[in-house]
T-cell receptor
Framework: DTGVSQDPRHKITKRGQNVTFRCDPISEHNRLYWYRQTLGQGPEFLTYFQNEAQLEKSRLLSDRFSAERPKGSFSTLEIQRTEQGDSAMYLC??????????????FGPGTRLTVL | GQNIDQPTEMTATEGAIVQINCTYQTSGFNGLFWYQQHAGEAPTFLSYNVLDGLEEKGRFSSFLSRSKGYSYLLLKELQMKDSASYLCAVRDRDYKLSFGAGTTVTVRA
């Protein structure tokens, strides 16, 4: 078990460009979550999946944000037409639903996005 | 939604005990979590409470009172490596976590 992994770890882009981040959850975890964290704040929920179904996306910050989990394994988060306000740490977490694991969310190392 | 409050900063001496309080207002409570986060790193899971009472895990303990909307994380025998941000998070019935802003704990020698 290698834990949750995210790629890339750092991304610098120019305003207006599109970026895509990838998250690989802990194997066999069926739930996958995306959060955004800015300096001095706790993580802010964006969206989550159970298997390949996206169960909540109303918290995505705008229609420039979209996420997919096509085969119920890895997930991608895309931000189109990036703005300087999108600069943040994007965290992915995964959990296993069911009584045995209390559905605890385990976080990946994050992708730090800087928009110039 | 959730409204979660915790102190911004706390300082303590190596070997001492520190208690971090967390109060919350929730529209659907399904558990309270504490995470530790070192600067520039991901949050790591520390403890989970869903029923009232104290959960102890080594040097760390967490307490929950659902009727009061209150939790605390107790760190005993503080070590320098415990200097970090501690995040209180409430889970709702849809399994989403809402986090407080975090409490930065500084351990002094």
């Amino acid at each position: 078990d290698t834990g949750v992994s995210q790629d890339p770890r750092h991304k610098i882009t120019k305003r207006g460009q599109n970026v895509t981040f990838r998250c690989d959850p802990i194997s066999e975890h069926n739930r996958l979550y995306w959060y955004r964290q800015t300096l001095g704040q706790g993580p802010e929920f964006l969206t989550y999946f159970q298997n390949e179904a996206q169960l909540e996306k109303s918290r995505l910050l705008s229609d420039r944000f979209s996420a997919e989990r096509p085969k119920g394994s890895f997930s991608t988060l895309e931000i189109q037409r990036t703005e300087q306000g999108d600069s943040a740490m994007y965290l992915c977490a995964s959990s296993l639903s069911g009584l045995a694991d209390t559905d605890t969310q385990y976080f990946g190392p994050g992708t730090r996005l800087t928009v110039l | 939604g959730q409204n979660i409050d915790q102190p911004t900063e706390m300082t303590a001496t190596e070997g001492a005990i520190v208690q971090i309080n967390c109060t919350y207002q929730t529209s659907g409570f399904n558990g309270l979590f504490w995470y530790q986060q070192h600067a520039g790193e991901a949050p790591t899971f520390l403890s989970y409470n869903v029923l009232d009472g104290l959960e102890e895990k080594g040097r760390f303990s967490s307490f929950l009172s659902r009727s009061k909307g209150y939790s605390y994380l107790l760190l005993k025998e503080l070590q320098m490596k415990d200097s970090a941000s501690y995040l209180c998070a409430v889970r709702d019935r849809d399994y989403k976590l809402s986090f407080g802003a975090g409490t930065t704990v500084t351990v002094r020698a």
